[in-house]
C-alpha cells in the first residue's frame, strides 16, 4: 500500500521533480563556461581543472536546488487537495499517518539525492585534485554549505505547513518561497529598532532563526494534517 502512495505522490510532484532535475544539473554546464574561460584551465593540470570545475558546480548545484525541495513541500500535500483527489482517498484503506508517511518519504528522497549528489560530486573533485581542496578559494566568500541548508529547511517547512492547510498549491509555495525572505527582513527591522543582533552575530542569529523555523513549521504542518477533519 505504501509503495503505492509514494507512486501517486511522485506523480503529483512531476513539475517539481522535473524543474529539480534542470536545477540540479545545469549549474554544471555553467561551470563548464565559467572555468573553461579562466587562466586555471590552461595552467593547471586535467585532474586540477576538473576537480575546481566539479567543486563549483557542486557548490552552485545544490544552492540552485533549494527551491526545488522548497516547490516539493508546496506541492506534495496541496496537489491532492487542488485535484479532489483527497476526498477520493479519504474513502480508502490507507489511514492518515500512511498517507503523510509517503509524502515524508518522497521529500526526504529528494533532500537525500540533492545533497547526496552534491557530497558524492565534491569527493570527486576532492579525489581528483589530490586530496587538496581545489575550489576552496574560490567559493570561501560564498555562503557556507550549513547557511544554505538552514535556509531550506526554512524554505521546505513553511512549505510543508503551508500546503498541508491550503487548498491550493500555489499559496503554499509562495510561502516556502518567502519565508527566508520575511525572516531576514524582520531580523533587519529589529536590528534597526533595538540595535540587536549585533553586526557580528546577524549571520548566526538569522540562520539559526531559519533552522528553528522550518523545524516549527514542520511540525506544525504534520500535526495539523493529522488533526484535520476535512481530507
Request: with cysteine.
Amino acid at each position: 500500500m505504501l509503495k503505492a502512495l509514494i507512486r501517486k505522490d511522485l506523480r503529483l510532484c512531476r513539475l517539481p521533480i522535473v524543474t529539480g532535475v534542470v536545477l540540479l544539473l545545469g549549474p554544471f554546464a555553467m561551470a563548464v563556461v565559467i572555468v573553461s574561460n579562466m587562466p586555471l584551465w590552461t595552467e593547471a593540470t586535467p585532474a586540477s581543472a576538473w576537480a575546481v570545475l566539479l567543486g563549483i558546480g557542486s557548490y552552485f548545484s545544490v544552492m540552485c536546488s533549494q527551491p526545488t525541495l522548497a516547490m516539493i513541500s508546496g506541492n506534495i500535500i496541496a496537489a491532492e487537495r487542488s485535484d479532489r483527489s483527497a476526498e477520493f482517498l479519504a474513502y480508502l484503506p490507507p489511514s492518515r499517518v500512511q498517507v503523510l508517511l509517503s509524502k515524508f518519504i518522497v521529500l526526504a528522497a529528494a533532500v537525500v539525492v540533492v545533497w547526496g549528489f552534491h557530497f558524492g560530486v565534491s569527493f570527486i573533485a576532492y579525489w581528483l585534485a589530490g586530496g587538496v581542496q581545489a575550489a576552496e578559494t574560490m567559493t570561501t566568500d560564498l555562503v557556507p554549505l550549513r547557511y544554505l541548508a538552514a535556509i531550506g529547511f526554512a524554505a521546505v517547512g513553511s512549505g510543508w505547513c503551508a500546503s498541508a492547510m491550503s487548498e491550493n498549491t500555489g499559496p503554499a509555495v509562495a510561502l516556502a518561497f518567502a519565508t527566508p525572505l520575511v525572516l531576514l527582513g524582520v531580523l533587519a527591522l529589529t536590528q534597526y529598532l533595538t540595535g540587536w543582533p549585533y553586526s557580528l552575530d546577524y549571520a548566526k542569529v538569522y540562520f539559526s532563526a531559519c533552522a528553528v523555523c522550518g523545524a516549527v513549521l514542520f511540525m506544525s504542518g504534520t500535526v495539523y494534517f493529522l488533526r484535520r477533519i476535512q481530507p
